[in-house]
């Protein structure tokens, strides 16, 4: 096996509700989701994930893309590193970018694009909130070209669902409302009406993971909130759910390649 190589940078922004980071890593992110609306480049290298339209490969130049709550993962072809930027924007950043223009949220409906003209704007946006004297009318005019392309060739109104049962749309939602809650297999089962075994079976066909493996997702998202909030992380890791901050840690670098205090001290 060659050797790890990992580099991430959390870029500080102006504008809330907006992050951003560059990584430089042979790491391989486990399937995950954000509460953002992600949007990146591919600097060099290529990488393979999972998403729910299957398989996809993204080169250098490529953008990467993954909708609020869409289940992806991200693995370096033949362990050799990449490199990536890439922008989180929260829902209510794009819905006032774009209501003059579009009705309910948007959705982009693939996962990896080859556009050139998409990938220079996205780098211009990228450029333009990472550098602290950017005026916030160039902020602005970049954000919203950058998500118009977006919806006018590549976006749908159609909304992001959780799998495509009602049961699993259910055990989801359970699970989203309390993430830092104790939930065994036998109360998500009776509350959908299934047994465990069904339960388990049904969420890892429609969501592509565990029950178990998604609430830790969850508990890393929440964790995220709250230590940008400012709260400190060991009181940010028993909020959160996790049993300590090392568990926090640990379950926070998988997930977002980062460790919580060096993303707090970036976002704070």
């Known amino acids: 096996m060659g050797k790890r190589i990992h580099y991430v940078e959390q870029h500080r922004t102006i504008v ?10 042979n790491h391989p992110f486990p399937r995950h989701s954000h509460d953002q609306l992600a949007i990146g480049v591919i600097g060099s290298g290529v990488q393979r ?20 709550g869409e289940i992806h993962d991200g693995v370096p072809v033949a362990g050799k590193t990449s490199s990536w930027r890439i922008i989180y924007l929260d829902p209510q950043v794009v819905y006032r970018a774009i209501e003059e223009e579009t009705i ?43 998500l ?39 109360e998500m089962a009776a509350i959908v009406g299934a047994s465990r075994f069904q339960v388990l079976r049904a969420f890892v066909r429609e969501l592509g993971i565990t029950p178990h493996a998604y609430l830790i997702q969850r508990r890393v998202l929440l964790a995220r909130q709250l230590l940008a909030s400012g709260q400190p992380p060991a009181e940010a890791a028993i909020g959160a759910g996790f049993a300590d901050q090392s568990h ?7 997930q977002m390649g980062i460790t919580p205090s ?6 704070a």
């Not at 994930?49 to 609020?68: E, F, H, L, Q, R």
């Not at 959705?107 to 450029?127: C, G, N, Q, Y």
């Not at 333009?128 to 004297?133: E, M």
């Open 262 to 267: 060096r993303y707090q001290a970036a976002v």
């Open 49 to 68: 994930s999972w998403t729910a339209v299957g398989t996809v490969y993204a080169s250098p130049g490529d953008v990467i893309t993954a909708n609020p």
């Open 104 to 146: 309910g949220t948007i959705e982009i409906a693939r996962p990896v694009i080859r556009d050139h003209f998409l990938a220079a704007t996205l780098t211009r946006l990228f450029e333009c909130l990472a550098d602290s004297n950017s005026d916030r009318l160039a902020i602005e005019e970049n954000l919203i070209s950058c």
């Open 148 to 186: 118009i392309h977006f919806l006018q060739r590549y976006g749908t109104s159609r909304r992001f669902s959780h799998g495509s049962s009602p049961r699993i749309a259910k055990a989801v939602e359970h699970l989203n409302a309390h993430p830092e809650r104790s939930v065994s297999l036998a």
């Open 248 to 254: 926090m840690t640990r379950a926070f670098v998988r």
């Open 16 to 25: 809330p509700g907006i992050e951003m980071t560059t990584k430089v890593t």
